[in-house]
């Protein structure tokens, strides 16, 4: 069986839904992808969305096999099917996040919308993004398949080291919180510091590294601004990318996880974090108690002093902090790639 494999940008760079495509492929032997990517030509903001939107259809035309299913791998590639005429379709959708949280009135989302609703199969990730996909986009439940993420237990496994940190002046006697992911307002980033500076006057020797690239520069001058007004210039540490071998030595080095998002459609960070023995504090809030369960803390991500507290709680309570280890040892494990391939054959094989 081949695929049109409609994938945007080619890039080297494993982020959320490009991980998410790359495992479950990993695992499809007999699937032949026809990969329809366009070229990176610039780091310019904005230039390659350019391409996107106005090159990448006539691309997509021209490389696609009549016979073949045609599976769209994001939601803001959905537009291509409100742009063209063709049949067996499928659209991986993460999330419609400018829709249902930000309210967009974007044109190009309007026809991702549109796009979403003309594919014969849709792909999402959790319970959560299939009741947003129906209720936002119209779009009928039944020809939606949940897929959820998971995590990739070769990679990601209890190995209990801070070596790493040492690269980031933190020492070994130092607690450390990670955060991982980008700076959008959605992410809560700005909430995390408030709250952190909170712990830090109950707990002096801490220090909150987060991973990821800025992707929202003007957020991260504000943050700069934030960290700078709390006198937390020497405890806030941003890495930047890393590497995903990088990320799970992260995972293994610091104390404790936080993930104080307000939308997630799904949410992986926690769920690696999980699966390298540290214990975690997410949101209790859109898919975030579906993926972690019992396993983690769910916490109020606008009531700054509680999530102080229930940091502090998981820092200081040795019997807490044992437990949510063993939970979430246990909750990982119950997320595979290999169910989730099977699951993306059983569509193909439908259409």
Same mark, same amino acid.
Request: glycine fraction near 4%; charge should be positive; hydrophobic fraction near 40%.
């Given at each position: 069986?081949?695929?049109?494999?409609?994938?945007?940008?080619?890039?080297?760079?494993?982020?959320?839904?490009?991980k998410y495509q790359s495992e479950i492929h990993s695992r499809l032997n007999n699937i032949k992808l026809n990969k329809i990517e366009y070229p990176n030509l610039s780091k310019v903001a904005g230039v390659n969305k350019a391409v996107e939107y106005f090159a990448y259809p006539f691309i997509v035309k021209k490389k696609v096999n009549k016979n073949n299913i045609k599976h769209i791998t994001r939601q803001d590639l959905a537009f291509l099917l409100e742009l063209t005429d063709f049949e067996k379709t499928i659209v991986t959708c993460h999330d419609i996040i400018p829709i249902a949280?930000?309210?967009?009135?974007?044109?190009?989302?309007?026809?991702?919308?549109?796009?979403?609703?003309?594919?014969?199969?849709?792909?999402?990730?959790?319970?959560?993004? *299939?009741?947003?996909?129906?209720?936002? #986009?119209?779009?009928? +439940?039944?020809? !939606?398949?949940?897929?959820?993420?998971?995590?990739?237990?070769?990679?990601?496994?209890?190995?209990?080291?801070? *070596?790493?940190?040492?690269?980031?002046? #933190?020492?070994?006697? +130092?607690?450390? !919180?990670?955060?991982?992911?980008?700076?959008?307002?959605?992410?809560n980033v700005q909430f995390l510091i408030n709250s952190f500076s909170k712990l830090k006057n109950k707990i002096p020797h801490i220090k909150l590294l987060k991973a990821g690239t800025p992707n929202y520069l003007f957020v991260r001058k504000k943050l700069l601004e934030q960290i700078k007004a709390l006198n937390l210039q020497n405890d806030v540490i941003f890495t930047g990318y890393v590497s995903e071998t990088e990320l799970a030595e992260i995972y293994n080095a610091v104390d404790l996880f936080v993930f104080p998002s307000l939308y997630e459609g799904f949410g992986i960070p926690p769920l690696e974090a999980m699966a390298c023995g540290t214990p975690v504090i997410t949101s209790n809030t859109?898919?975030?108690?579906?993926?972690?369960?019992?396993?983690?803390?769910?916490?109020?991500?606008?009531?700054?002093?509680?999530?102080?507290?229930?940091?502090?709680?998981?820092?200081?309570?040795?019997?807490?902090?044992?437990?949510?280890?063993?939970?979430?040892?246990?909750?990982?494990?119950?997320?595979?790639?290999?169910?989730?391939?099977?699951?993306?054959?059983?569509?193909?094989?439908?259409?």
């Amino acid at each position: 069986m081949e695929i049109d494999y409609i994938n945007g940008l080619k890039t080297d760079e494993i982020f959320a839904m490009s991980k998410y495509q790359s495992e479950i492929h990993s695992r499809l032997n007999n699937i032949k992808l026809n990969k329809i990517e366009y070229p990176n030509l610039s780091k310019v903001a904005g230039v390659n969305k350019a391409v996107e939107y106005f090159a990448y259809p006539f691309i997509v035309k021209k490389k696609v096999n009549k016979n073949n299913i045609k599976h769209i791998t994001r939601q803001d590639l959905a537009f291509l099917l409100e742009l063209t005429d063709f049949e067996k379709t499928i659209v991986t959708c993460h999330d419609i996040i400018p829709i249902a949280y930000y309210k967009t009135r974007s044109p190009f989302w309007k026809l991702n919308a549109k796009g979403l609703r003309k594919a014969e199969k849709i792909i999402t990730v959790s319970e959560f993004s *299939k009741q947003d996909i129906s209720k936002y #986009i119209k779009y009928p +439940e039944e020809n !939606i398949e949940i897929i959820a993420p998971a995590v990739d237990h070769r990679l990601y496994f209890p190995n209990r080291s801070k *070596k790493c940190l040492s690269k980031y002046g #933190i020492g070994n006697d +130092e607690k450390v !919180i990670l955060y991982v992911g980008a700076e959008e307002p959605r992410k809560n980033v700005q909430f995390l510091i408030n709250s952190f500076s909170k712990l830090k006057n109950k707990i002096p020797h801490i220090k909150l590294l987060k991973a990821g690239t800025p992707n929202y520069l003007f957020v991260r001058k504000k943050l700069l601004e934030q960290i700078k007004a709390l006198n937390l210039q020497n405890d806030v540490i941003f890495t930047g990318y890393v590497s995903e071998t990088e990320l799970a030595e992260i995972y293994n080095a610091v104390d404790l996880f936080v993930f104080p998002s307000l939308y997630e459609g799904f949410g992986i960070p926690p769920l690696e974090a999980m699966a390298c023995g540290t214990p975690v504090i997410t949101s209790n809030t859109s898919s975030l108690p579906e993926v972690v369960g019992d396993a983690a803390v769910q916490a109020d991500p606008f009531n700054v002093e509680k999530f102080a507290e229930e940091m502090y709680e998981v820092l200081t309570n040795e019997e807490l902090k044992e437990e949510m280890i063993r939970k979430g040892l246990k909750r990982s494990k119950m997320f595979s790639w290999d169910i989730s391939a099977k699951k993306t054959l059983k569509v193909y094989k439908e259409l």
